[in-house]
Every structure is written in structure tokens, then in C-alpha cells.
């Protein structure tokens, strides 16, 4: 489970009707977050779980009231993602005529909301519209299938539910509610009278009242929906991939949208590993350290695709210096303490390029080594741990069949091995690197 934000807060507001003449003030988020502070004047919050589905309310809070209540009441009885944009702002429409952080739904491209939408195959936008008389549902987007469902559940609930005006059906390829990863889902707008509905002080916009039990069977219904649709079309519920970030200098940039000129949001070090959620024309959606957005796919290669090199700092008394350079002389930026594993990202020259708790520098290859877990097998009772590598060397201890030791070279028949954690020696022939080889060889 990754979650994206602080959690939400909720305050009271004063009721007032969107002007049918109020338009948008800001084409993207960029220029909305250049007049307005996070957790003083908005909030965001995401909750990336489920790859399938996604509910989502984009115009929360004091923008189109109540949708963001029906998204966390989702988000707690379910395990699919969630996003919310929540206005904190006492008025939904300025003195210019302006709605100022509305942002239409083919425009939205706030970071969190955009990366979540394309890392989830489809799911429920909800909206509001202004109707104070005729408590109802116009249904849009582009999901066929899921809508049909959703439309059953919400009908057979008693909720009145109708196709979307044309100015509100979601249809656009670029809406946000078919941006994910089937190019199609679902946009629901409620309206006024039905909002305030689901509180019993009847202000869907301030929602000083308790949720009503309206509210709560309109839940159940998308929640039931959203279980039918998953399940009828589970085959296209694909969790994560893991990558490594390879052919890049230092670090991978993530930005808020598939584009080089995309403002950057976090990068990834050059070997660490991501989570791959979906890839959007050359770009993928990744994970790392909480950070969701879009990275360069080339850079990326799927674990399985490529092995990551790890060695084992050994040869110290305490610790090897990690340096900025591939030269004693340069400074020393981070010690990796003995027994550490660093990923190897060059070896070409004396000190090799690493990647070590989020750092990238150079350590001595004299002071790494391989140390590989084998099985010890074909004893009669035990196998003796020697000083040297000779049957005449004295015995240090010994191991049982099916005990573990750690091999640091196993280039000869007496395999380097690290008994309680000083270099000792092995015979080759009774080491294995597992189990299943161990009885292979013996059949």
C-alpha cells in the first residue's frame, strides 16, 4: 500500500451557488499552485492499492461538495485506489466570476491525481453540478461495461439515474476518467439536491450534519459495482512489476507527467529498484520512496531482465570507504560497515562504482566479496572447517549435513568460506548452492 499525502481534513463552510457564467480560472496545476498553499488552501491525498480500479473525486471539498466524502467512505470499506483534491477555500466562485481551483476534468493534471489514473486500469470519477430541485444521477465516461453495472447497482438502490448531458458525459479521450490504463472509465455527477441529501443538515457544501442512510446506500452501491466489475473483468487486474534503473548517469528524473519538459518531482538512483505500474507512451509510472510519477521507460529494466550485482564489504577491520572518486584521494562520502551489501554498477576500474542506502559512489574492490550461501550435503556425520586449504591443516569446528556456510570463493576445491565471521576453509566437493542441487547429485 502506497500512500501519497497527509491524511484529510475537514472544515465548515458557508453554501454558496456555482454562477452558471464561472469558468476556470487555471488551465493547469502548475499555475493553481503558484496562488494557492497545500494543507491551507487544498489538500491532496492518494492511496495507490489495487491497479484495477481507482475512485477518485477531483473537484473535492468546496468545489462540487460531498464527492470527496463518497471517495474516503470507499476508500475504508474497500481495497481499491483512492484520490481526492479537496478545495479548503470559504467560497467556490471569486469576486472576478472565477472558480478558482476548479480545474476541468480534461485539463487536470495535478502530479499525484494524473500518475494515479495511469497506474489503474479504469475507475469512478465522481462530480457534482448544480440542480437544487431534482436529486439525481447523470451517467458518463467511457466504460461501457463498468457502467452498465454501475447504473444496475445504483437504480436498484433507488437512485434515479439518467445519461449525461453532453456537457458532462466524459466521452473526451482526455478526460480524466479515461486516462488510465484501458483509455476509459466512468464519471458520475451528482447533483445538488442529491448532495445535500446525504447529510442531515442538508448542506452538502459545509457538511456540518451527520451522513444520512441516502449516503450510505449510495455507497454500497458503487461498492458493489466496483466488486461485479472486478471480478467480471479480473483478468485485467495487473499488479506492479519491480525495475531497476540502468543507463543513466546518476539518477532517473520522476516527473508529473510522460514528458521531458514535465516539472520533476523525485528521481531514483542509478541501480535501485521501482515499482512499474504502467507505461504511457515512452514513459512508465513508478513508485520510489512514496514518490508516484513518470520516468523514462527505456532506463528501466525489469528485474528479470537484468541481474543485480551484490557484493559483500569484507575485507576490513570495520568498515570501507565509500568515495566520490575512483582514487584514495577523493573524499570520502559515506562508510558501508563490514558485512554490508552494496549493488555494483561498475567494475571497471580498481574502485568500483556502487550503490549503497541511496548513495552512488566508489569503494576498493579489495575490500568486497562475493559471499554466497551454500548447503552442506554428502557428509557421513559432519564436514570439517579447516585454517588453510590442505586435509593436514588443523580443524577449526565443523558443520552437519544440511547446514549453511557462507562461501566467499569457491575457485578451487577448497571453497574460502567464513565461519564466525573469520576466513576459513572448506571442502568444495560436499558444498552446494542449494538443497535441490545436493539431491540432484546424489540421484
Request: charged share 25%; hydrophobic share 35%; net charge negative.
Amino acid at each position: 500500500m502506497k500512500y501519497f499525502t497527509t491524511a484529510l481534513v475537514l472544515i465548515g463552510v458557508l453554501m454558496v451557488p456555482i454562477k452558471s457564467e464561472a469558468i476556470d480560472k487555471y488551465s493547469t496545476f502548475e499555475d493553481l499552485r503558484k496562488d494557492y498553499v497545500e494543507d491551507v488552501d487544498y489538500k491532496i491525498a492518494g492511496e495507490l492499492n489495487s491497479t484495477q480500479i481507482l475512485f477518485s473525486a477531483i473537484h473535492g471539498g468546496n468545489i462540487e461538495g460531498g464527492t470527496e466524502d463518497i471517495v474516503k467512505e470507499l476508500g475504508n470499506r474497500t481495497n481499491y485506489s483512492t484520490y481526492i483534491f479537496e478545495s479548503l477555500l470559504d467560497h467556490q466562485v471569486d469576486e472576478e466570476g472565477f472558480k478558482p481551483m476548479h480545474i476541468t476534468s480534461t485539463n487536470f493534471d495535478e502530479p499525484i491525481g494524473y500518475a494515479l489514473a495511469h497506474a489503474t486500469s479504469t475507475g469512478i470519477t465522481f462530480h457534482g453540478f448544480y440542480d437544487i430541485e431534482k436529486p439525481y444521477v447523470q451517467l458518463g465516461g467511457l466504460n461501457t461495461g463498468f457502467k452498465k453495472i454501475v447504473e444496475k447497482e445504483l437504480s436498484a438502490a433507488g437512485f434515479d439515474v439518467s445519461d449525461a448531458e453532453s456537457h458532462i458525459a466524459g466521452v473526451k479521450p482526455n478526460n480524466y476518467a479515461n486516462i488510465g490504463g484501458l483509455q476509459a472509465g466512468v464519471q458520475l455527477e451528482l447533483s445538488t439536491a442529491l448532495r445535500k441529501s446525504f447529510y442531515d443538515d442538508g448542506r452538502h457544501i459545509s457538511r456540518t450534519g451527520n451522513k444520512t442512510e441516502k449516503f450510505y446506500d449510495f455507497v454500497g452501491a458503487i461498492e458493489r459495482a466496483a466488486a461485479e466489475y472486478d471480478k467480471k473483468y479480473e483478468e485485467i487486474n495487473v499488479g506492479p512489476t519491480t525495475g531497476v534503473v540502468t543507463t543513466v548517469n546518476e539518477h532517473l528524473n520522476i516527473r508529473i507527467k510522460p514528458d521531458l519538459n514535465s516539472r520533476k518531482v523525485g528521481d531514483i538512483p542509478l541501480g535501485e529498484t521501482v515499482d512499474v505500474y504502467e507505461t504511457y507512451q515512452d514513459y512508465s509510472v513508478v513508485s520510489y520512496n512514496g514518490v508516484i510519477g513518470f520516468s523514462y521507460g527505456p532506463y528501466i529494466k525489469k528485474t528479470e531482465e537484468t541481474e543485480v550485482e551484490k557484493l559483500t564489504v569484507h575485507n576490513v577491520t570495520s568498515y570501507a570507504n565509500m568515495r566520490s572518486g575512483p582514487s584514495i584521494n577523493d573524499p570520502v562520502i559515506a562508510t558501508v560497515p563490514k558485512g554490508e551489501q552494496v549493488k555494483i554498477l561498475n567494475k571497471d576500474q580498481s574502485y568500483y562504482k556502487v550503490s549503497y542506502s541511496g548513495k552512488i559512489g566508489y569503494v576498493h574492490k579489495n575490500t568486497l566479496a562475493n559471499i554466497v550461501t551454500h548447503f552442506v550435503g554428502g557428509v557421513n556425520t559432519y564436514l570439517n572447517i579447516r585454517e588453510q586449504p590442505s586435509i593436514d591443516s588443523p580443524k577449526l569446528s565443523h558443520v552437519y549435513e544440511y547446514d549453511t556456510i557462507e562461501v566467499i570463493d569457491d575457485s578451487s576445491e577448497w571453497y574460502k568460506v567464513l565461519f564466525n565471521g573469520q576466513e576459513a576453509y572448506a571442502y568444495g566437493s560436499n558444498l552446494f548452492n542449494s538443497i535441490l542441487d545436493y539431491r540432484v547429485s546424489i540421484q
